[in-house]
């Protein structure tokens, strides 16, 4: 047993919903996922996939408060010691999750900062990551906490609403401040789907209108891609090796430049 319980909270997400749970689950003792009324074809792909350690259910959410309520009920079903946040467009190589394993045997940390690639078009291409970056522990980059061991903080529990949520401990102090030696930054990264198609229905609108779809440049990813998107995989999945086309290219072209330029002003 690991130890670890995932869980993850979806609406449709049913272009990398497969691979993102592929990706975890046989690493973990189970994980929960709540919908929040998908209507494309999220919920039939993850039944699909056959395992017990999937525990689905489905919530309707009318407010970012909902959406943390909900994060703060998996929290409360959780009897492992060790949670590991997972999107549904958050898609782990084995090289990423070994190196949280290991993090996680030494017993040394209350959490795990994960590097991320934020994903421009497809899978091989990536934004840079002076774009949209975060502080986290004294160092810059696309980091999001990601794993976090509730028996290592006393009162752990949510506070703020999506997507401004984070962990708090029993006096009200955010992990984010906490001490930086017990906490691990990976070397290696996720692959983050934010900025790609994430539902067939075409509009790609997570909860709440959040529309993240972007066409840019970006830059080349030089490591191989996580090995879930080999799997062979059913049908009604969509095929995640595929190129930027060359409409998208030129758009990116002319798009790119103006971005960098307004980014200099802001």
Not at 19 to 45: A, G, N, R, W
Not at 130 to 158: A, C, D
Not at 201 to 228: A, D
Request: hydrophobic share 35%; with cysteine; aromatic share 10%.
């Amino acid at each position: 047993m690991s130890g670890i319980s995932a869980h993850m909270i979806v609406k449709n997400e049913d272009q990398w919903v497969w691979f993102s749970i592929q990706s975890i689950l046989p690493y973990v003792d189970e994980l929960l996922i709540t919908d929040t009324s998908s209507t494309d074809h999220t919920i039939e792909i993850i039944r699909s996939i056959k395992s017990s350690k999937i525990k689905l259910s489905m919530v309707k959410v009318g407010s970012s408060a909902d959406v943390t309520s909900v994060r703060q009920s998996q929290l409360h079903r959780t009897k492992n010691a060790w949670i590991w946040i997972v999107d549904g467009d958050e898609i782990y190589s084995e090289a990423t999750v070994k190196e949280c394993l290991s993090a996680i045997d030494s017993d040394k940390y209350e959490g795990i900062v994960v590097r991320r690639y934020d994903l421009l078009g497809d899978i091989y291409h990536r934004q840079i990551e002076s774009v949209g970056s975060y502080e986290l522990f004294g160092q810059k980059g696309h980091l999001v906490t990601r794993l976090i061991n509730k028996e290592k903080i006393r009162g752990l529990h949510y506070q703020g609403d999506y997507p401004l949520e984070g962990w708090f401990d029993q006096t009200g102090v955010s992990t984010h401040d906490h001490d930086r030696k017990n906490w691990y930054i990976t070397d290696n990264y996720l692959y983050h789907a934010m900025y790609l198609k994430r539902s067939s229905l075409g509009s790609n609108l997570p909860m709440f209108n959040r529309n993240k779809y972007k066409v840019e440049t970006g830059i080349s990813i030089t490591t191989s891609p996580p090995e879930v998107f080999s799997l062979t995989r059913p049908q009604f999945v969509p095929d995640p090796l595929s190129r930027r086309t060359l409409g998208y290219e030129l758009v990116a072209s002319i798009i790119t430049p103006i971005k960098d330029l307004k980014r200099k002003f802001i």
